[in-house]
């Protein structure tokens, strides 16, 4: 299984980019057709799409539409209720800081193309959005989808109180900036060094008047139930993939990996070689897509070596060599001549 397989956005969402397709007056058969898929494939709620076809699909949507804020657009179509147990259990929720935890631990049931966290910075805190897989040129649009849909959930929660004070994401500011700030509702900031919302420290643990404590006690339960099931049926490799990826400061190493799965490294070295793989040979190849990733969006060489780890420049060279057959700095000059 490729990393890019074990990423996956349930049939639920593809019919809402479906229903806006639908709406800014694209033919969906014909745009489904281009991703072997059909209108019937849309009612199979029980399926999720790896990354590769929500990729082609999303792009696809982009191109046939012409509607460079289509990620905006889904996001503001998909409100509380539509999040299944996740959602039932946000607006059960005691505070903020609540239904804040619920996502980072289970917004993998809804989806895995994006990980969620959130700090406290002094008086403000910062939730923030993460890519565990590069999304290449289809960032922005997912991106601008799951944020506003988070955000519109926190809005739901707090009766409209629309705590965000600003938005920002890593990329340039587009040419339909002021719709991005009238559906946040906030000030938008581009060209930051991460992406997320940010609101008030002082509202993360006041009380929520929709606030059921039992109720939320029974959705919690079934979230996790749903989270082991997944879990269960989600390769130990697939998942050691995941953790790698979804580290923002650095890989684990294999003592810590171990430790995240409750085993001893003994025991997740032979678990993976029952599997056919190794902790390095997966480590290999994470550092080898995530090196073609960042290359492709134009990260300087030193940059992206340290970013994978290699203290030394001469042994990312080597290894990207050792992966394509070329040096670093050859394939960047390729990627910046290729037509798109």
Avoid at 170 to 178: E, I, K, L, Q, R
Wanted: with cysteine; aromatic share 8%; charged share 20%.
């Amino acid at each position: 299984m490729t990393p890019a397989q074990d990423f996956t956005l349930p049939m639920h969402y593809v019919r809402q980019i479906a229903d806006q397709v639908r709406s800014l007056g694209g033919d969906v058969a014909a745009w489904l057709s281009r991703s072997q898929l059909t209108e019937a494939d849309l009612q199979d709620t029980a399926r999720g799409l790896p990354f590769l076809v929500v990729y082609q699909l999303v792009r696809d949507a982009l191109e046939l539409t012409g509607e460079p804020a289509l990620g905006l657009l889904v996001g503001e179509r998909l409100v509380v209720n539509t999040h299944g147990m996740l959602g039932y259990a946000a607006m059960n929720s005691a505070t903020l800081r609540q239904a804040l935890d619920l996502f980072e631990r289970y917004i993998g049931l809804r989806t895995s193309l994006v990980s969620v966290s959130h700090r406290v910075e002094g008086a403000v805190v910062q939730v923030q959005f993460n890519e565990p897989l590069p999304l290449g040129d289809i960032r922005r649009t997912v991106l601008e989808a799951i944020m506003l849909t988070v955000k519109n959930v926190l809005d739901a929660i707090t009766m409209g109180s629309r705590h965000v004070m600003w938005v920002a994401f890593p990329f340039p500011a587009t040419g339909y900036s002021d719709l991005a700030q009238d559906l946040f509702h906030a000030d938008v900031r581009y060209g930051q060094s991460w992406a997320g919302f940010t609101i008030p420290a002082s509202v993360l643990d006041q009380p929520l008047s929709m606030a059921d404590p039992a109720t939320f006690a029974q959705a919690a339960a079934i979230c996790q139930r749903e989270l082991d099931k997944l879990q269960q049926n989600t390769s130990l490799s697939a998942q050691v993939r995941r953790i790698m990826l979804e580290k923002q400061n650095g890989f684990p190493s294999l003592n810590v990996t171990a430790r995240l799965f409750h085993m001893t490294p003994r025991t997740l070295h032979r678990r993976l070689q029952d599997e056919g793989t190794s902790y390095k040979d997966i480590l290999e190849n994470v550092r080898h897509m995530l090196a073609l990733e960042y290359l492709k969006a134009g990260h300087p060489i030193g940059e992206v070596a340290y970013t994978l780890g290699y203290t030394d420049l001469a042994n990312f060279r080597r290894a990207f060599k050792r992966w394509e057959g070329m040096a670093p700095s050859a394939y960047a000059d390729l990627m910046r001549v290729k037509p798109n």
